[in-house]
């Protein structure tokens, strides 16, 4: 007989999911999972754009409910599919009312998908979107810090609203620079795993008022629930852990974490 699974814990105050990929959920439908999601209290949802083929359906998805955006924007893996045309539908929907970040983007030297030259000019590129609309930023890095930094450097002036590294699992380098230009970090289940100690230590550093909570739905499920496919209304354990890492009250992490999660992506509210 299996162990039964700890129900999802829902919360009095409201929590923000900063980060899935709600077009890439499989296990169940999209309806299902919304609702299950609202019931957890999750107040809003933000459904990240990743390749050229997807910019438009995170656009179709943002407008499915009242509390659901999306981003704009090409994935590291995805560079060497980025063009004057894909570029030019980032530019014209960056502002768009439900579009409230451009992302994903970034360097990704683990599995070199695309040549690394590439990456870094595509990089360049979107953070001069974010630049010329003034959008924060979703930025993936992973075994890139060296580049994330010289490039991020590069933008210090022209990019206003930061934003957000998002899935952080770079080292206390990339996390210092971060931090002291103003930039979040975002956590999800990687935070409950038994082997990810250093990404432990990031929190424990991390200033509270500088992290956000996110999923990456459908990858890295946290703990009860890891093996199974990942979804927004798992979001509540993320939470959790932190507080438990960080050895503060659940409630003000939840509640500073909301805050964050305005000021970076709906500051008009």
Known sequence: MSKKRREIPVFDHPIIETHCHLDYLKDRPLEETLEETRRVNIERVITIAVAPGNLAPVRELS????????????HPHEAESYS???EAEIRTHARDDKIVAVGEIGLDYFYDNADRAIQREVFRRQLQIASDSD???????RDADVDTIAILKEFEQSLKRRGVIHSFTSGPGLARYALDQGWN???NGITTFNK???VRDIVR???LSQILLETDAPFLTPVPYRGRENAPFYLPFVA???AEVKDLPLEEVIIQ?????????FPEQ
Not at 135 to 141: A, E, M, W, Y
Not at 258 to 265: A, G, I, R, V
């Open 135 to 141: 959008r924060p930023v979703v930025i993936h890095s």
């Open 240 to 242: 959790e852990k932190i």
């Open 63 to 74: 407008t499915k409910a009242p509390w659901l955006f999306g981003t704009q924007g090409i």
């Open 257 to 265: 974490t909301y805050q964050n999660s305005l000021q970076t992506f």
């Open 84 to 86: 004057d045309a894909v």
């Open 205 to 207: 550093m991390a200033p």
């Open 196 to 198: 990810a100690e250093n």
């Open 185 to 187: 970090l975002g956590f």
